[in-house]
């Protein structure tokens, strides 16, 4: 009989709590209903798991929270038909942020923070004003405008002190 022993190394133990607790806090961040509150911190932890954890464990961070949002009611069924658009916007964040940060952190944050609401501006006006009543609509789409640049840019900031405080940055 043949016994195998499995051995976990210390980076991975380090590295798997550090993602359930980005993932975690991530999956808290919507339950403050309040797009001014959620949208930084969710950014910054999109930032902060490309730092910790590198692009692929940041994405799938990013993909989560809107599903989970959508499904326990905290994001109005509305925006139901953005959730797919909303997780590419986060992915664009992710990947932009990862290329040009080692370039320069806050060209990084902006380049990335503008990419994610061109995005999501674009495809919410097409998106919603196909799916939604006009007055419906536009509220969606102020949402999915100018905020989420403003969002993304504050999340950056969080996550740029964050990071300096654990020595990171």
Do not use: R
């Not at 919507?30 to 940041?58: M, R």
């Not at 109005?76 to 320069?104: E, H």
């Amino acid at each position: 009989m043949e016994i195998k022993v499995l051995s976990f190394k210390k980076e991975n133990v380090l590295a798997l709590g550090e993602f359930v607790l980005l993932l975690s806090l991530a999956l808290f961040a919507p339950y403050l209903k309040f797009q001014w509150l959620t949208g930084p911190i969710v950014n910054a932890i999109l930032f902060v798991s490309t730092i910790l954890l590198g692009s692929s464990s940041a994405i799938l961070i990013g993909l989560i929270p809107s599903v989970v949002s959508l499904s326990t009611g905290l994001l109005p069924i509305v925006l139901a038909p953005m959730i797919p658009f909303i997780m590419l916007g986060n992915t664009i964040l992710i990947l932009t942020f990862d290329f040009l940060k080692k370039k320069n952190y806050w060209l990084a944050i902006v380049s990335s923070s503008f990419l994610k609401f061109f995005f999501l501006f674009l495809t919410s006006e097409a998106v919603i004003n196909l799916l939604l009543k006009k007055e419906t609509a536009t509220k969606v789409a102020s949402m999915m405008s100018w905020p989420q640049f403003f969002t993304a840019l504050a999340g950056g900031a969080i996550a740029y002190l964050f990071l300096k405080s654990i020595k990171k940055k």
